[in-house]
């Protein structure tokens, strides 16, 4: 699937293609790992940063805060 950095996605088109749970998608968000907004009392999720959270490259806080996440799990 290819993600578009223009396109607002929804947290359950996020957690299908960054392939976590709910509960992971939301702990992401607190920890401040993946930026999200909430509108009209749900998240929306801007491609540029779910690719920015795939990429290996990432700067170096959100690198470790996303590698004690995933080490929570």
Same mark, same amino acid.
């Given at each position: ?32 790992? @993946?930026?999200?907004?909430?509108? #009209?009392?749900?998240?929306? $999720?801007?491609? +540029?940063?779910?690719?920015? =959270? @795939?990429?290996?490259?990432?700067? #170096?806080?959100?690198?470790? $805060?996303?590698? +004690?996440?995933?080490?929570? =799990?």
């Amino acid at each position: 699937m290819i993600i578009d950095e223009h396109k607002v996605y929804t947290p359950q088109e996020t957690s299908a293609l960054l392939r976590i749970s709910d509960s992971t998608f939301r702990r992401l968000i607190r920890k401040g790992v @993946l930026r999200a907004a909430k509108i #009209g009392g749900q998240y929306r $999720v801007l491609g +540029k940063h779910i690719l920015k =959270l @795939l990429n290996p490259n990432l700067p #170096g806080k959100v690198k470790e $805060v996303f590698n +004690k996440v995933r080490e929570e =799990l």
